[in-house]
């Protein structure tokens, strides 16, 4: 089965640039979308397909996908930032595939 | 405005079962493919299963193939969600998502674009 890895947590300083990584074998090969969590709130997606925003997701918000490692990336980072993040791919053997979730403090 | 509105939570034995529905608004439901998302108390996201706009495709996680059925009413634009076997392992908090695109023939690979609020699952006896 396919397995998507992220760190349990990453802290950013106000105002700077936060990245959290997902890793996955070859997962530059696939399309990866990515969500943000508030604590007893539902999911949003922030990116899809590697590197888009849906409307009304900041453009602080980036992400990139090669080789086994994609990467969202926050930049000036505001305490309203403050969540866990997953990844997430569709694989032909596991079908949707979410990562393992980061948290994200902002100090 | 997508509006998804999940019910028929609560609480079941273990072996016991529960459907799940999920009410859609807003959007041609019949043109999206639609997923069930759950996360148990404390912990991540987990895919449980997904269906193509038609209801003609289906896909399970392998935790809960054999025991849960998706399906959907386009006449109703409703969601559902038939879970048999019922385990202490399935409590979560259910998520109906709107998928971003429809499945293709081979791949149902698109992102979760909107998501419900939720609903309570709780097995215990």
């Known amino acids: 089965s396919y397995e998507l890895t992220q760190p349990l947590s990453v802290s950013v300083a106000l105002g700077q640039t936060a990245r959290i990584t997902c890793g996955g074998n070859?997962?530059?090969?696939?399309?990866v979308h990515w969500y943000q969590q508030k604590p007893g709130q539902a999911p949003v997606l922030v990116i899809y397909?590697?590197?888009n925003r849906p409307s009304g997701i900041p453009e602080r918000f980036s992400g990139s996908n090669s080789g086994n490692t994609a990467t969202l990336t926050i930049s000036r980072a505001q305490a309203g930032d403050e969540a866990d993040y997953y990844c997430?791919?569709?694989?032909?053997?596991?079908?949707?595939?979410f990562g393992t979730g980061t948290k994200v403090t902002v100090l | 405005e997508v509006q998804l509105l999940e019910s028929g939570g609560g609480l079941v034995q273990p072996g016991g079962s529960l459907r799940l529905s999920c009410a859609a608004s807003?959007?041609?439901?019949?043109?999206?493919?639609m997923s069930w998302v759950r996360q148990a108390p404390g912990k991540g996201l987990e895919w449980v299963s997904a269906?193509?706009?038609?209801?003609?495709?289906?896909y399970y996680a392998d935790s809960v193939k054999g025991r849960f059925t998706i399906s959907r009413d386009n006449s109703k634009n409703t969601l559902y969600l038939q879970m048999n076997s019922l385990r202490a392992e399935d409590t979560a908090v259910y998520y109906c998502?709107?998928?971003?695109?429809?499945?293709?023939?081979?791949?149902?690979?698109?992102?979760?674009?909107?998501w419900g609020q939720g609903t309570l699952v709780t097995v215990s006896s």
């Open positions: 070859n997962i530059g090969s696939k399309n």
């Open positions: 997430q791919v569709w694989d032909s053997s596991t079908a949707k595939v």
């Open positions: 998502a709107k998928e971003g695109y429809d499945c293709s023939s081979t791949s149902c690979s698109s992102d979760f674009e909107y």
């Open positions: 807003g959007f041609t439901f019949s043109s999206y493919a």
């Open positions: 269906i193509s706009g038609s209801g003609g495709s289906t």
């Open positions: 397909r590697d590197s």
